[in-house]
């Protein structure tokens, strides 16, 4: 199947701090990326969507200005915690969604942020 | 705006059979997805199913969709302690998902 990969996998910094969160599709070319938030024992949250070469569209609630999302090529989407606090601590996950694969997303590992 | 309901826990026993249900309200869906997430790993999609089927079958896994009540379950025959895991139900939005918050299942032998 198809392979996305997240790096980092975890992530401890000091608030104040920026963090940067790649995601990659290794084998397959992705138009579009999505970003997940997971709080614990919670669902995941779609934080914004991804378009290669275009700015990515937030949903209700994001800060835009705080979480920067970056889609410069087919296979790279990054996230940037701009500025973390630790109420920013939370697992993050992202997802690819294949041309012509009937709609199916396939998702990283997922990186654990920790601010301290 | 969208919601997807799943019931938080769900306990059985080695070899019985499995049924996790979700509700959902976007009619416009066009896929229904089951994905599981295992402790400390990422999300991994088990099945889906087309708007327009009611049943689909899996190897160990059934899905069931009720259109009509928007209604969709998950059964896994012959449980086993391998599958405990949280299982999350999705509609598609577009081209995003939108999860429930997941059903813990737990599974003693």
């Known amino acids: 199947g198809a392979v996305v990969s997240q790096h980092p996998s975890r992530v401890i910094c000091k608030s104040g701090t920026s963090v940067k969160i790649e995601c990659r599709s290794l084998?397959?070319?992705?138009?579009?990326m999505f970003w997940y938030r997971q709080f614990p024992k919670q669902s995941l949250m779609l934080m914004a969507t991804?378009?290669?070469?275009?700015?990515?569209?937030?949903e209700q609630g994001v800060e835009k200005d705080k979480f920067l999302i970056n889609h410069a090529s087919l296979t790279l989407s990054t996230l940037t915690v701009t500025s973390a606090h630790p109420e920013d601590s939370s697992f993050y996950i992202c997802s690819a969604s294949r041309t012509g694969s009937l709609g199916e997303l396939f998702f990283g590992e997922g990186s654990r942020l920790t601010v301290l | 705006g969208e919601d997807v309901e799943q019931s938080l826990f769900l306990s059985v026993r080695e070899g019985d059979s499995s049924v996790i249900n979700c509700t959902y309200t976007?009619?416009?869906?066009?896929?229904l997805y089951w994905y599981k997430q295992e402790p400390g790993a990422g999300l991994q999609l088990l099945t889906y199913?087309?708007?327009?089927?009611d049943m689909k079958q899996d190897q160990r896994l059934t899905v069931l969709l009720n259109k009509k009540d928007k209604h969709l379950s998950l059964r896994i025959a012959d449980t086993q302690t391998g599958d405990s895991a949280i299982y999350f139900c999705?509609?598609?939005?577009?081209?995003?998902?939108?999860f429930g918050k997941g059903t813990t299942l737990s599974v003693s032998s």
């Open positions: 999705a509609e598609s939005e577009g081209t995003a998902l939108i």
């Open positions: 199913i087309f708007s327009n089927m």
């Open positions: 991804s378009n290669e070469g275009s700015k990515a569209t937030y």
């Open positions: 084998d397959f070319q992705a138009t579009t």
């Open positions: 976007d009619s416009s869906s066009t896929y």
